[in-house]
């Protein structure tokens, strides 16, 4: 790996907001490409602070598998919100190639009309059986 390349990955990692920034002043085309350059978990941290729509622009440009890759770094209602805005035709590829336990809740929220409270909620709360007792 070249300096430049050790240099972008570590200003991604350490500055995920003003990373973000400047990719979002590049073509989407260009960004992607940084993104998919770079392990998914350092793309979820520079996609979740992008604008939700160039976020799912970038999403669109990359292969189903490494986008799930991604998408499966990020918060629930962070991926919820930016695969909701994902187009159509690229969306579905992208479900698909998510593994069922983070498809699940996302589906479940893009369920939801856009703008209702079903739609920007955590599906991920605390649960408990029926038959757990405080003691």
């Known amino acids: 790996m070249i300096a430049e390349e050790r240099l972008a990955r ?3 990692v350490a500055y995920p907001s003003r990373a973000a920034m400047s990719l979002e002043q590049m073509p989407v ?3 992607a490409a940084v993104l998919r350059a770079v392990p998914a978990t350092s ?3 520079v996609l979740s602070d992008m604008t939700v729509s160039y976020a799912a622009e970038c999403l669109a440009q990359l292969a189903a598998g490494e986008g799930a890759a991604i998408v499966g770094s990020l ?3 962070d991926a919820a919100g930016i695969v909701r805005a994902v187009a159509s035709d690229r969306r579905e590829p992208l479900l698909e190639a ?3 336990a983070v498809r699940d809740p996302i589906a479940r929220a893009l369920s939801y009309a856009e703008g209702t409270a079903g ?3 955590d599906p991920a ?3 408990l059986s029926d038959d757990v ?3």
């Open 29 to 31: 085309a260009r960004a």
């Open 119 to 121: 739609a920007v909620m």
């Open 75 to 77: 918060r629930a209602d």
């Open 43 to 45: 793309a979820a941290g």
């Open 133 to 135: 007792i405080v003691a």
């Open 10 to 12: 570590a200003f991604l």
């Open 125 to 127: 709360i605390f649960q």
């Open 98 to 100: 998510l593994d069922p």
